[in-house]
C-alpha cells in the first residue's frame, strides 16, 4: 500500500513540476521571474491544475494513464510553445475565440519555424522527464488507482486550492484618482488584458479564463447596453475648428497604406520618391501603427472607421460584415460628391475585402488581383503555402484608369510588394535586387544580405508612387491630388535587431518604438510642408483626414483624434502600454518613463483604466452594432 502512495504521489509530482516548469520558462522567456505575490499565485494554480489532471488520471489503467501523460505533456508543449512563438512574430497572445483562424495560419507555417530559437527547446523538459521517467521506473503507473480513498479526496483538494489561489486575488479599486477603475479580480475575470494576466496568473489561468468567456452571457439587454454607450459617447471629446480645418476641402485624396513600409525603406539614393516626399512635403516623424492581431487587416479596420478591431474574434473585417459604420472614409467622401474605389494587388484570401469594403465601408469599386488577371481567387478549403506577391506599380497602371477622369475621387490603395521573407525567393524582391547590390558594391555601406532584399521591395513600393504621381501630372490632376502614405505596421518580417541595427530614427532596444513608422502627405501648394511632431496612430488617421478634408461628421463617435486637435495625444498599443511627447509605459516591464516632471507614476497609472474602459465600449459598440439605426 505505501508503495502505491508514493507511486501516485510521484506521478502528481511530476504533473505539478512540469506545469509549474512550463510556466517559470514561459515567464522567464517573455517576461521577468521574480519571487513576489504574483509567482506565489501562479504556484498556487499550477498546483491545483496538476491535481485535477491526476484526478482525471486516476480513473484509467496503468498503460492508457501513461499514454494520456505523454498526450498531457504534448498539448502543454504545443501550447505554451506556440503562444512563445505568436507572440515573437506579432508581440501578443491568440485567444481560443480566433480558432477559426487556424486554416489561415497554416499558410505561414515557415514563417513559424523561422521563428524557432535554441531557447525554445526549454519547452520540451517536461516531456523529457516524463519520457525519462517512464523508461527509468516502468512500474510507475502500476498499483491500485484507488488507494486515496477514492479520487473524490482528489478533486476537494484541487478545488480547495483553487478556491485559495483566487481568494488571494486582489479586488480593490483604486478610485482616488479616475472613476474608471479596475482591480486585479477585474482582470481575472475579463481577461481585458492578455498580457498581464499571464504575468500575474500564468499561461493556463489565461487560457482556462479565456475559455469561459467566450461561453459567457452577458449581463445586460442589448437596450440597456445602448444606454450606457450612448451616455459614454456623449462624454467622449467634441471636434473643435483648428487652422488646419479644410485645408485639402474639394480636393482629391488617395490614400496608400503600404505593407511593411518602414523607415528603412526611406534611401536617398534607392527610393529618390519616398525620400524626396518625407523630406519636402508633410511628414509625421510620431506616426505608430499598433500592432493587432490581424496586423494588416486590424490597422485597415481602424484606418477605415475609426475604431479598435476585437481582439477576441477571428477577424474583425469579418465579423462585424454585417455592421453599419456611419462615419467610414468613403461614405463621408460619398456624402460630398466623391466617387470611392479601393485596389489591392493580392487576392482576398485572408481577408473578405471585396464584401468588406463594398458593403460596410461604402466604396463604390473595390478590385484585387483576381480583377486585375495577376492571379486567380483562391476558391475551396485549400491552403496556400506559396504566396506570389505582387508588383506595386502592375497596380497602379491597371487601375489608374478607372478614377483618373472622375474627378472628385477617393482611391484607397493595399500594397503587397513589401511583404515578407525578404530572400532571394521574393518575386517582387528578385526584381530590383541587383540594383541594391549595385550601390552597395559602389559605396561599400555595410547591408545586411536581408536588408538588401527589404530596400528591393521598397524600390517597388517606391516606383509605383513614382509612376502615380508621373499619371495625375500627365492628366493635370496633381495640383488637386493629396497623396497620403503610412505604413501598415513595422517590418516585422526582419529581426529587431537588424531593424535597430540599420534604422537610425528608432531607439535601439525600445520596443514600443519599432511601431514608429512613416506618415507622409503630399499636396502640391505644400499646406503641410513641414516635419510634424504630434503623436498619432492608425486609429487617429479617419478623424485626421475628416478635419483637413472639411467632412461632415460626429467626432464623438470615433475613437480616434483628430492630430491637429489635441495638444498631448496619447497612443494606445493593445497590450494597454502607451507612449507619448510626455511620458511612455511599456507594459510588459511595467516601466516608465516620464520627460515632463508634471506627471507622476499614479496619475499615468490611473490613464491605463481609462484605456480599458475606451476598449470595452469600443467592443460593447462592436458586438451590439450600436450604429445600426444612424446609417442615413
Known amino acids: 500500500m505505501l508503495t502505491s502512495i508514493r507511486r501516485m504521489a510521484t506521478i502528481w509530482l511530476i504533473l505539478f513540476a512540469s506545469i509549474l516548469l512550463f510556466e517559470v520558462i514561459f515567464k ?44 498531457i505533456m504534448t498539448v502543454l508543449t504545443i501550447l505554451y510553445l506556440n503562444q512563445d512563438i505568436y507572440h515573437t512574430i506579432v508581440e501578443n497572445f491568440y485567444s481560443v475565440q480566433i480558432a477559426g483562424d487556424f486554416s489561415l495560419g497554416l499558410s505561414f507555417i515557415g514563417d513559424a519555424f523561422l521563428a524557432l530559437r535554441l ?83 500564468g499561461l493556463l489561468t489565461y ?8 461561453f459567457r452571457t452577458p449581463p445586460l439587454f442589448i437596450s440597456e447596453y445602448e444606454v450606457l454607450i450612448e451616455d459614454y459617447l456623449n462624454n467622449q471629446p467634441t471636434h473643435e475648428e483648428n487652422q488646419y480645418t479644410g485645408i485639402y476641402e474639394n480636393k482629391n485624396l488617395i490614400l496608400i497604406m503600404a505593407e511593411s513600409f518602414d523607415y528603412m525603406a526611406i534611401h536617398q539614393t534607392l527610393t529618390p520618391t519616398l525620400y524626396m516626399l518625407k523630406n519636402e512635403y508633410g511628414f509625421f516623424e510620431n506616426y ?58 493580392y487576392i482576398d484570401y485572408f481577408y473578405p475585402r471585396r464584401a468588406f469594403h463594398t458593403q460596410t465601408l461604402g466604396y463604390d469599386i473595390y478590385k484585387n488581383a483576381s480583377d486585375f488577371g495577376l492571379l486567380e481567387e483562391h476558391t475551396g478549403n485549400g491552403i496556400i503555402f506559396d504566396h506570389q506577391w505582387q508588383k506595386d ?13 472622375n474627378d472628385p475621387f477617393f482611391v484607397n490603395y493595399i500594397t503587397v510588394s513589401q511583404h515578407f521573407q525578404y530572400n532571394s525567393e521574393h518575386e517582387v524582391a528578385s526584381i530590383h535586387i541587383d540594383q541594391v547590390r ?3 558594391e559602389e559605396t561599400n555601406e555595410d547591408i545586411p544580405e536581408v536588408m538588401q532584399y527589404y530596400l528591393a521591395t521598397a524600390i517597388e513600393l517606391d516606383l509605383a508612387v513614382q509612376e502615380l504621381m508621373e499619371t495625375l501630372d500627365d492628366q493635370g490632376l496633381l495640383e488637386e491630388t493629396v497623396i497620403m502614405i503610412y505604413g501598415d505596421h ?23 518604438d519599432l511601431h514608429n513608422v512613416p506618415m507622409m502627405i503630399y499636396d502640391y501648394d505644400k499646406l503641410l510642408s513641414k ?81 480599458i474602459t475606451k476598449y470595452r465600449y469600443n467592443i460593447l459598440i462592436l458586438e451590439n452594432d450600436y450604429f445600426k439605426d444612424d446609417d442615413d
Open 288 to 345: 505608430y501603427s499598433p500592432l493587432y492581431y490581424r496586423s494588416t487587416a486590424d490597422t485597415e479596420f481602424m484606418t477605415q472607421t475609426g475604431l479598435f478591431p476585437n481582439k477576441n474574434v477571428t477577424l474583425s473585417l469579418d465579423s462585424y460584415l454585417e455592421n453599419t459604420f456611419p462615419y467610414t472614409l468613403p461614405k463621408m467622401f460619398g456624402k460630398e460628391g466623391y466617387r470611392s474605389y479601393s485596389y489591392h494587388n
Open 28 to 71: 522567464w522567456r517573455l517576461f521577468i521571474v521574480e519571487l513576489n505575490a504574483s509567482f506565489s499565485t501562479i504556484v498556487l494554480f499550477s498546483l491545483a491544475y496538476s491535481l485535477m489532471l491526476f484526478f482525471f488520471l486516476v480513473f484509467f489503467q496503468p498503460k492508457t494513464m501513461k499514454r494520456i501523460m505523454l498526450v
Open 490 to 512: 513595422y517590418a516585422y518580417g526582419l529581426d529587431e535587431s537588424s531593424i535597430w541595427a540599420y534604422d537610425t530614427h528608432k531607439e535601439d532596444q525600445n520596443t514600443i
Open 438 to 440: 549595385a550601390y552597395v
Open 119 to 201: 531557447h525554445h527547446l526549454l519547452y520540451l523538459f517536461p516531456m523529457i522527464i516524463v519520457i525519462v521517467t517512464n523508461q527509468v521506473f516502468p512500474t510507475i503507473y502500476d498499483g491500485n488507482h484507488f488507494i486515496l480513498k477514492m479520487p473524490l479526496v482528489v478533486l476537494l483538494l484541487s478545488v480547495f486550492v483553487f478556491n485559495v489561489a483566487t481568494s488571494r486575488i486582489d479586488n480593490t479599486r483604486d478610485t482616488t484618482l479616475t472613476d474608471y477603475a479596475y482591480s486585479d479580480r477585474d482582470l481575472y475575470e475579463y481577461v481585458y488584458n492578455a498580457q498581464l494576466t499571464i504575468k500575474n496568473f
Open 207 to 214: 487560457t482556462q479564463r479565456d475559455i469561459l468567456n467566450a
Open 531 to 611: 516635419t510634424f511632431t504630434e503623436y498619432m496612430s492608425s486609429i487617429d488617421i479617419l478623424p485626421t483626414i475628416a478635419n483637413l478634408f472639411g467632412l461632415s461628421m460626429n467626432y464623438q463617435y470615433v475613437f480616434g483624434r483628430d492630430i491637429f486637435s489635441e495638444s498631448n495625444h496619447i497612443i494606445v498599443f493593445p497590450d494597454l502600454s502607451f507612449v507619448s511627447k510626455d511620458f511612455e509605459y511599456d507594459a510588459l516591464t511595467e516601466s516608465y518613463r516620464i520627460f515632463n516632471e508634471t506627471y507622476t507614476n499614479e496619475t499615468l497609472s490611473s490613464l491605463s483604466s481609462l484605456f
Open 393 to 405: 506599380t502592375d497596380l497602379i497602371t491597371m487601375s489608374t484608369d478607372d478614377f483618373i477622369s
